[in-house]
């Protein structure tokens, strides 16, 4: 199943001498239980590509179609229930709630989306199992290391079962071991949850993990290989 599909995606910002071309006319088809790298200097688009992925930026043509649904013609209260419904994101910084543990930050979306307390719970014990972080249910964001806190904010990302996961930089502030343990976690979670995923990332080495890598070239999605 495509979970996430652009075709022909045209953003670009600004106008005459501020006119910046971003996507031209991209297309891109991330299947449920794929990984898909994207990597490309700074300024080239990532971050454009995926929030025009996670419906927080509308393109000025072409479609994005989450699980099947076509957002084009979607209003805003209806690309929000859609994103809620299917989407996951990850940032480079965990955004964490500090005052809250590890285990709560994890519930809090679930409780939010209307699963009862003792389910939502389950779910998120489960999540940090997968993440290898149970055992550190109970601590605050303060409490945890760099890459503990970036699986609390994937075991967040992935709470509510979302057919999509989007990160950007998800391991862009950690050093290269913790970062190889973070990038293998959220694999082994995509896999398991039989999620689509969409990862920006500048390491070379962890895009070689991915089932596929794309750059962005003058405004095209591009495979390539590295
Ligand atoms: P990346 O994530 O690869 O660094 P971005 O998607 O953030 O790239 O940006 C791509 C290009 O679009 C950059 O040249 C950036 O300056 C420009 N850009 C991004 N957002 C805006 C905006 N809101 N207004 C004007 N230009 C923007
Ligand atoms: P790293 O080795 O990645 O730099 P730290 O030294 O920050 O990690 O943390 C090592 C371990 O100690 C982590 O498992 C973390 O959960 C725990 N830890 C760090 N700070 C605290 C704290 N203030 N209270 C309780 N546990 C902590």
Redesign the pocket.
């Known amino acids: 199943d495509v979970h996430l599909k652009l075709a022909k995606v045209h953003r670009h910002y600004g106008q005459g001498e501020t006119l910046v071309r971003v996507l031209e006319a991209a297309d891109l088809e991330v299947k449920g239980g794929e990984l898909v790298a994207i990597v490309a200097p700074s300024g080239a688009g990532k971050s454009t590509l995926l929030h025009i992925s996670g419906l927080l930026e509308r393109p000025q043509g072409g479609e994005v179609e989450i699980t099947g649904v076509p957002t084009s013609k979607l209003n805003e209260r209806g690309r929000t229930l859609l994103r809620r419904d299917t989407i996951g994101y990850v940032y480079q910084f965990h955004h964490l709630l500090p005052e809250f543990s590890a285990l709560e930050n994890v519930t809090m979306p679930q409780l939010i989306a209307g699963r009862d307390g003792a389910a939502a719970e389950k779910r998120a014990m489960q999540l940090l199992d997968i993440l290898g972080i149970a055992?550190?249910a109970q601590?605050?964001p303060?409490?945890?290391?760099?890459?503990?806190q970036q699986r609390v904010a994937i075991a967040r990302a992935a709470a509510n079962h979302p057919r999509i996961i989007l990160a950007d930089e998800p391991t862009g502030n950690l050093?290269p071991a913790?970062s190889d343990v973070v990038f293998d976690a959220l694999a082994s979670l995509i896999r398991e949850e039989g999620a689509a995923a969409l990862i920006a990332t500048h390491n070379h080495e962890l895009a070689r993990r991915a089932n596929r890598i794309v750059a962005l070239r003058g405004g095209l999605i591009e495979p390539i290989t590295l």
């Open positions: 055992p550190r601590h605050r303060a409490e945890l290391s760099g890459g503990e050093d913790t």
